[in-house]
């Protein structure tokens, strides 16, 4: 095997759980749904009929962008974590460390990378987003696959490094 064939061998994958991603999805559209009629059906100040229509309207944008970015994987190879379109979200070079304790700055049932250079701004609403030196990664998906990412990714960088933790 050469090593172009193996930084393109997909150690692990994280998807959308079907459950959660219309449940999360529903709410959105549920929230933005009852607002419009809210906005239209009573008659509130007219400046709180424009906040509860443009609200609505927030809501039913997201839950779009929600359902659309769930579509998609994430995946990990030896060169780094990208999407299954070839966005590439962390090189493993860039990679500082991996936080995924408790009280940690990260999306539910995931993970947050901590990057030695900063990247630019991203969101893939319920799948992943990057701010400056961190991306978290997780949301809507398993808590299974994430933890089993986040392992992979440890070990990278133990390889990479020579030492052990």
Same mark, same amino acid.
């Given at each position: 095997?050469?090593?172009?064939?193996?930084?393109?061998?997909?150690?692990?994958?994280?998807?959308?759980?079907?459950?959660?991603?219309?449940?999360?999805?529903?709410? /959105?559209?549920?929230? *933005?749904?009852?607002?419009?009629? =809210? &906005?239209?059906? !009573?008659?509130? %100040?007219?400046?709180?009929? $424009?906040? /509860?229509?443009?609200? *609505?309207?927030?809501?039913?944008? =997201? &839950?779009?962008? !929600?359902?659309? %970015?769930?579509?998609?994987? $994430?995946? /990990?190879?030896?060169? *780094?974590?990208a999407t299954d379109a070839g966005e590439?979200?962390?090189?493993?070079?860039?990679?500082?460390?991996?936080?995924?304790?408790?009280?940690?700055?990260?999306?539910?049932?995931?993970?947050?990378?901590?990057?030695?250079?900063?990247?630019?701004?991203?969101?893939?609403?319920?799948l992943w987003w990057a701010v400056g030196?961190?991306?978290?990664?997780?949301?809507?998906?398993?808590?299974?696959?994430a933890k089993a990412m986040a392992q992979?990714?440890?070990?990278?960088?133990?390889?990479?490094?020579?030492?052990?933790?």
């Open positions: 095997m050469t090593s172009e064939a193996g930084a393109q061998e997909v150690l692990a994958t994280i998807r959308a759980s079907g459950p959660r991603r219309v449940f999360g999805i529903g709410t /959105l559209a549920l929230l *933005g749904g009852l607002l419009i009629y =809210l &906005a239209l059906a !009573t008659s509130p %100040a007219p400046l709180w009929q $424009v906040f /509860l229509f443009v609200i *609505g309207a927030g809501a039913l944008w =997201l &839950a779009e962008r !929600t359902r659309r %970015a769930t579509e998609s994987t $994430v995946q /990990l190879t030896r060169a *780094g974590i590439e979200i962390a090189a493993i070079e860039n990679i500082a460390a991996i936080k995924r304790g408790m009280f940690d700055l990260k999306p539910s049932n995931g993970f947050t990378v901590v990057l030695h250079k900063p990247r630019a701004r991203r969101w893939q609403p319920g030196r961190r991306v978290g990664i997780g949301g809507v998906t398993p808590g299974s696959e992979f990714i440890e070990a990278l960088l133990v390889e990479k490094s020579g030492s052990e933790f």
